[in-house]
Nanobody, 116 residues
């Protein structure tokens, strides 16, 4: 079974940067988009950023201008560059692969903690 392997989370001071990476362990057909979501304690998972196969992107308002999503189509790898991090960015971040007409894939989640 293909899994999404996430890396790059950790602890950083406010104003710092982190780069998250997500790569599948095998081939995934019918990809529509790849993205990053985050989940705060006791809250529902929310979209952070998303990028389609054609390169179109969309971001949550709270991260616009600070976070950048990119992808390597050849490797089906997606990245999230997070700059100017704030304590309110502290959450578990999940990688997602949205597919056409079939089930999506989710990563196991990586913790991002921003200290003040």
């Amino acid at each position: 079974q293909v899994q999404l392997v996430e890396s790059g989370g950790g602890l950083v001071q406010a104003g710092g940067s982190l780069r998250l990476s997500c790569a599948p362990s095998g081939s995934i057909p019918s990809i529509k988009s790849m993205g990053w979501y985050r989940q705060f304690p006791g809250k529902q998972r929310e979209l952070v950023a998303r990028i389609t196969q054609s390169g179109s992107t969309n971001y949550a308002d709270s991260v616009k201008g600070r976070f950048t999503i990119s992808r390597d189509n050849a490797k089906n790898t997606v990245y999230l560059q997070m700059n100017s991090l704030k304590p309110e960015d502290t959450a578990v971040y999940y990688c997602s692969v949205e597919r056409w007409g079939t089930a999506d894939y989710w990563g196991q989640g990586t913790q991002v903690t921003v200290s003040s």
